[in-house]
């Protein structure tokens, strides 16, 4: 017996790497509903061998559904999400309302599956920020073995992380730049993102950090360990799909870079691809479309005592948002729902 399944934000980005992972990893559903807004009615999206057509978030009907896989924003959220979750149908939301709330789970199922339990208590679990849903999969085995204290992360995050108007808007500055006479100004972005990087991802803090790198802090800290400090910079860079981040790790104990790579080869969801020679390492381009989270570049820090650098990339449409939340509600139906 299977479950059904909603998937509200079906013609977007996410959205549609939600419904494409449901069906390439067999997610036992009975029935599913593919729902967007009322300018998108009838738009026809793909699950698996069958084409679906979006139905009215505004005026479905949750009753009797199983688990809804939102991906709509924080504001849409905010109105149907508690709909959804009174109706007893569980909601695994992809923007930042929830993350912080203490009493919903903030899950990676690699790190945190145990936090399931906790998806009762309002019938809604949040999904973690792109960025630091990759990192904490990379941090947890290292973590358990030899305890973080302190993390010093840079990202380099691909334009699908702000959603479809982005990658049009590096494509179209992109074919500008070989056509002067077409200028294309900044509209989703605060600068030219073609053959640029703004270090400038969300709004500014008053401690004149970014949102989207406090974000990285919280989240790691709620997720992993909160006795872990964490301290990020991050930036949009000219990639399309797919988020890299250098991260330099301090341990409570010494962990040679050797043990540390064998340690992450056995690792869940993670893949090493570490040769010390040219090429030998992944690039985003080369982990789009894939599950995995690719750790490069191990070695030890010699500044620090126990310290070791990591080069981390994976798809942020997979990893850091439809793959995660699929994989939360198989852990939902396994451990919570237990259906069939």
């Known amino acids: 017996m299977g479950y059904r399944v909603v998937v509200a934000g079906a013609t977007g980005n996410v959205g549609r790497?939600?419904?494409?992972?449901l069906a390439e990893r067999a997610f036992p559903v009975d029935e599913i509903a593919a729902l967007a807004s009322r300018k998108s009615l009838g738009t026809e999206v793909s699950f698996g061998d069958r084409t679906l057509k979006t139905r009215d978030l505004a005026s479905f009907d949750f009753a009797g559904w199983d688990i809804a896989l939102f991906a709509i924003g924080s504001g849409p959220t905010k109105d149907y999400a508690p709909k959804a979750a009174a109706a007893g149908c569980v909601v695994i939301d992809n923007s930042s309302l929830y993350r912080y709330d203490p009493a919903i789970p903030l899950i990676v199922p690699e790190v945190n599956a145990d936090a399931i339990a906790g998806a009762r208590n309002r019938n809604i679990i949040a999904n973690p920020n792109c960025s630091t849903a990759q990192m904490v999969v990379a941090l947890k085995p290292l973590h358990d073995r030899a305890r973080i204290r302190r993390v010093v992360v840079s990202t380099y995050?691909?334009?699908s992380g702000a959603g479809k108007e982005a990658m049009?808007?590096?494509w179209d500055q992109t074919k500008a730049v070989y056509n002067p006479v077409a200028e294309v100004p900044p509209r989703r972005f605060q600068k030219q993102i073609a053959f640029n990087v703004i270090p400038q991802i969300d709004?500014?803090?008053e401690d004149g950090s970014t949102r989207e790198e406090w974000k990285m802090v919280v989240e790691t800290k709620?997720?992993?360990?909160?006795?872990?400090?964490?301290?990020?910079?991050?930036?949009?860079?000219?990639?399309?799909v797919g988020h890299s981040e250098a991260i330099n790790v301090e341990f409570e104990e010494h962990l040679d870079e050797d043990e540390a790579r064998e340690i992450l080869r056995e690792a869940p969801g993670v893949l090493v691809i570490d040769k010390r020679e040219p090429g030998g390492y992944v690039t985003p381009i080369?982990?789009?479309?894939?599950?995995?989270?690719?750790?490069?570049?191990?070695?030890q820090d010699p500044t620090v005592d126990n310290g070791l650098?990591?080069?981390?990339?994976?798809d942020n449409l997979r990893k850091g948002a439809a793959l995660n939340a699929v994989q939360i509600a198989e852990v939902l139906g396994n451990r919570v729902l237990r259906k069939g």
Do not use: H
């Open 286 to 299: 080369e982990c789009v479309g894939d599950y995995a989270t690719y750790v490069s570049r191990i070695r």
């Open 203 to 205: 709004a500014f803090m």
């Open 168 to 170: 049009d808007e590096l």
């Open 17 to 21: 790497e939600m419904l494409n992972i």
């Open 309 to 314: 650098n990591l080069w981390v990339v994976s």
């Open 222 to 240: 709620k997720i992993l360990d909160p006795a872990i400090r964490v301290t990020a910079t991050c930036v949009r860079v000219p990639v399309f």
């Open 157 to 159: 995050q691909s334009v």
